[in-house]
């Protein structure tokens, strides 16, 4: 999706979808406008999603969950930024920023085989950078501390409430993109109440709703 600032409504609307097994991005958004609620972006071989030079953003109960194994991955499973670089006539490199009027990520897993699954890439450059990710699962194991002075990546600051950093999301199957969690999860009822009272496979939410596109089963 490219290209679309339109902030009034979204110009790709996702429910009850599943995206798996992309050689580059699950979806990849580029200053658009993209809302999903009960969905489930698994493998691909850069990010699940990556929602770049700002634009708008909203997911709700969303697993990114991404287990790539066929090449080196570099990109998390989610990625957000608000610009894009170019080398002018001179060959010297130019940053572009735009507005992210919106990265809103609420009961969401961010999950894989990397240490570090969402990052936010925030470039200087004035205008609108919003974002807020709560009551959400995030893998975000910084050994070496590389993130230890980003702002955007710090997970007191409160633009994030209520997450689990590092949890035991305890897929079905996650090499078959099967993201269905079992009761050793930690997303198990720590999901805020929203406006979509069933998950992905019709299953009632409406009480104890667990993080994630899925309510837990007991794994047979």
């Known amino acids: 999706m490219d290209s679309s600032e339109n902030t009034a409504r979204p110009t790709l609307k996702l429910e009850n979808t599943e995206i798996y097994n992309h050689a580059s991005f699950g979806i990849l958004g580029r200053e658009t406008n993209i809302e999903g609620h ?4 698994g493998n691909a071989g850069q990010a699940s999603l990556a ?11 969303a697993t990114f969950s991404n287990f790539w194994s066929n090449s080196l991955r570099q990109l998390p499973a989610v990625l957000v930024n608000n610009f894009f670089t170019y080398k002018n006539e001179a060959g010297e490199e130019i940053i572009e920023t735009r507005n992210l009027h919106a990265a809103n990520f609420t009961n969401c897993i961010f999950d894989g085989n990397n240490n570090i699954e969402f990052i936010i890439d925030f470039a200087d450059g004035g205008g609108i950078f919003n974002y807020n990710i709560s009551n959400s699962m995030i893998q975000f194991n910084d050994i070496n501390n590389s993130f230890n002075d980003i702002p955007q990546l710090d997970f007191t600051n409160p633009f994030y409430q209520n997450n689990i950093l590092n949890g035991n999301s305890h897929f079905r199957d996650p090499q078959r993109n099967d993201f269905v969690i079992g009761e050793e999860s930690n997303a198990i009822n720590k999901a805020s109440s929203s406006a979509y009272p069933v998950d992905l496979l019709g299953i009632d939410r409406t009480s104890n709703p667990d993080i994630g596109a899925y309510q837990h089963v007991v794994f047979e």
């Open 51 to 61: 929602a770049t030079i700002g634009g708008s953003y909203k997911f709700t109960h």
């Open 38 to 41: 009960n969905l489930v972006i």
